[in-house]
């Protein structure tokens, strides 16, 4: 019984380092791959609840070929109010049925109240198992994160400071972009915007005029579409860094193209909180912005980022143009 409770608790807390953020009222599904935790998908409860939500969570559970899920239920309401649990738990059960038509299968759930240190959570299937979280960022998982180089947030809302507008440089900025409109040359702008993200890899401090100059190529769907595919992952990293930059500096309809840049990078990395920020910040500048639209349905659908990669299959790596 110890080591099942300490099993859980540790799978628990892994949620913050995958996800990159500590979730609030939230279903979270952990899936399990090969005997490891594979990666998390994270709903509102608000959604999960919904009358279609279980048919949704287990479409998108089935289209990434896991072993087992472990369903978490984040709330502070429900782990404090009875009633809450009880629908909480009805939800969960209906979405292991769902599951299981697709032959998937649920094979834990738990309530925790908050995920940080102290948190407590128990099983919701009646293992009658629960404890108090340990510190999430001193899990394996988070260790894992920070060697690789990802940081962990205290929540989206914290992780969405990430792409907020800086409105004195997007001031800056405004009137050097001039009228949307398609470049001369293609090639020409793809390696001026590679050449930039190689630049701010090196510690280099990008002037407007050059941030300007890159943004304005981004609208001509050509050049934001070369540069999908980055390369390697050195280049990768680079390559977000710009388009972050980017994306907070930058006015409509200018800004929304580098977040969608910043999102399909992050997606086919596996990033998909910061893919999802990325998107809906886009999608807010531009309810009809149809790469963006698209990115976020396959997102929301489950798809993984394996299928996404047909999409730039054929396009030659911006660093070779």
């Not at 913050?16 to 990666?39: I, Y």
């Not at 009137?175 to 020409?188: E, K, N, R, T, W």
Request: glycine share 10%.
């Amino acid at each position: 019984m110890h080591n099942k409770v300490r099993e859980l608790g540790n799978v628990v807390r892994c949620i913050v380092a995958v996800l990159g953020f500590a979730p609030v009222e939230s279903l979270v599904l952990l899936l399990v791959r090969g005997g490891v935790l594979a990666t998390a998908l994270r709903v509102d409860l608000t959604d999960a609840t919904r009358a279609d939500g279980p048919v949704r969570l287990a479409e998108m559970v089935s289209r990434q070929d896991v072993d087992g899920v472990i369903a978490v239920v984040v709330s502070e309401e429900g782990a404090s109010c009875p009633p809450c649990g009880k629908e909480f738990r009805a939800m969960v059960d209906d979405v292991a049925l769902e599951m299981i038509r697709h032959g998937d299968r649920l094979v834990a759930s738990v309530m925790v109240d908050r995920l940080a240190q102290g948190g407590r959570w128990a099983c919701l299937d009646g293992c009658g198992v629960g404890g108090v979280l340990e510190d999430p960022a001193t899990s394996d998982a988070a260790a894992a994160a920070v060697a690789d180089g990802r940081r962990m947030y205290g929540s989206r809302a914290e992780m969405a400071t990430l792409v907020a507008v800086d409105e004195a440089r997007v001031a800056a900025l405004a009137p050097m972009l001039g009228v949307p409109g398609p470049v001369d040359s293609v090639a020409v702008s793809v390696r001026a915007a590679v050449d930039a993200m190689r630049r701010m890899a090196g510690g280099e401090v990008l002037g407007d005029a050059e941030l300007a100059a890159v943004g304005a190529t981004l609208v001509d769907k050509r050049v934001r579409d070369a540069l999908f595919n980055i390369g390697d992952a050195d280049q990768t990293a680079a390559a977000e860094s710009l388009w972050t930059l980017l994306a907070r500096v930058l006015p409509a309809p200018f800004r929304v193209e580098a977040l969608t840049l910043l999102a399909f990078s992050c997606y086919l990395r596996g990033e998909g909180p910061l893919a999802g920020v990325a998107l809906e910040a886009a999608l807010v500048d531009n309810p009809e912005h149809m790469m963006a639209g698209m990115l976020d349905t396959a997102l929301q659908g489950g798809l993984h980022p394996d299928r996404m990669r047909g999409l730039i299959a054929k396009i030659p790596p911006a660093v070779t143009v």
